[in-house]
């Protein structure tokens, strides 16, 4: 079995960022599925999977250790290892379809029967949405507060009581019950 290709999908989830999955091929006619997200910083990553196409094609995509091994010795960039992230998962799920068995029997098994899923958003009307969906949990960061380029933004100096507002709101919707995570994106510092 070889490499013949490598694919690129890209799902726009929200005005501002999109999901890239990433599909490569086979002789056999077996494709497996990847994610590479940087966080909306994919074009370098995107660059880096040509190269690493071009250097795939023709290898055995069941030499996943062999593979990463190549791409990651030297000091890889981040936007290699990112798009190789997204190869090997893919490698991962060529080779569980070709032994008909789930990648995380393939990793070691399962290591929980469920897996809790939380619902990015922010604000009453996050919540309520969360809850309406059946979430019980719900991300949301730093405030955005107007676009800029068609992307949102973080509007500086950071309005730290307007953020603690929100949060107090969120909880008050949420109840007790309700988990409310915060990713704080890089944008707190020892000094605030």
Excluded at 111 to 134: F, N, T
Aim: net charge negative; with cysteine; aromatic share 8%.
């Amino acid at each position: 079995m070889k490499i013949t290709g490598i694919e690129v999908d890209a799902v726009q989830v929200t005005p501002w960022a999109q999901w890239i999955f990433v599909q490569v091929d086979t002789d056999a006619g077996i494709r497996g599925l990847g994610e590479m997200s940087q966080g909306g910083k994919q074009s370098g990553a995107l660059e880096k999977l040509r190269h690493l196409e071009e250097a795939l094609r023709g290898r055995d995509p069941r030499h996943i250790e062999q593979i990463v091994y190549d791409f990651t010795r030297g000091n890889p960039t981040a936007a290699q290892l990112t798009a190789l992230c997204a190869v090997e998962q893919a490698l991962w799920d060529i080779l569980g379809k070709l032994l008909d068995t789930p990648v995380y029997r393939l990793l070691g098994g399962a290591a929980r029967e469920r897996i809790r899923l939380y619902m990015h958003g922010s604000g009453i009307e996050g919540v309520q949405q969360a809850k309406q969906l059946g979430f019980t949990a719900i991300k949301t960061g730093p405030y955005v507060d107007e676009m800029v380029n068609g992307r949102r933004t973080i509007q500086r100096p950071w309005n730290l009581k307007r953020a603690v507002n929100i949060i107090e709101e969120m909880r008050l919707e949420a109840g007790d019950d309700f988990d409310i995570l915060y990713d704080c994106q890089t944008q707190f510092k020892p000094e605030m």
